[in-house]
């Protein structure tokens, strides 16, 4: 599976965001898609992730309640609303599959997207 990320962008406090992660290959609805960010000087984090049949989803404690992850599997393509972003959001947003259960570990990934750059200013 190869995945591009997209949707990323300068922003003011308060605005939203809507970032897509299209997939390639005919299996994209058997993985559990996640999406990741880091900041400059920081470690990757678990945002949120979605099972492969896209009832069951998860959020870290930080985007809960301003975050939405779905998947459209017939355009294999998952996608990440940001709605109330703050300064702390700022960050390269990152969406992996993985062929395994959902996981807020990075390590549990198996492929990656190249990335996209969020950026929320005051």
């Known amino acids: 599976v190869q995945l591009q990320a997209s949707g990323g962008g300068l922003v003011q406090t308060g605005d939203s965001l809507r970032l897509s992660c299209a997939a390639s290959?005919?299996?994209?609805?058997?993985?559990?898609i996640a999406w990741f960010r880091q900041a400059p000087g920081k470690e990757r984090e678990f945002v949120s992730a979605?099972?492969?049949?896209?009832?069951?989803?998860y959020y870290a404690d930080s985007v809960k309640g301003r975050f939405t992850i779905s998947r459209d599997n017939a355009k294999n393509t998952a996608y990440l609303q940001m709605n109330n972003l703050k300064l702390e959001d700022t960050a390269v947003y990152y969406c992996?599959?993985?062929?395994?259960?959902?996981?807020?570990?990075?390590?549990?990934?198996?492929?990656w997207g190249q990335g996209t750059q969020v950026t929320v200013s005051s």
């Open positions: 992996a599959a993985s062929r395994s259960s959902v996981s807020g570990n990075y390590l549990s990934y198996d492929y």
């Open positions: 290959g005919r299996t994209f609805s058997s993985y559990a």
């Open positions: 979605i099972k492969w049949g896209g009832g069951s989803t």
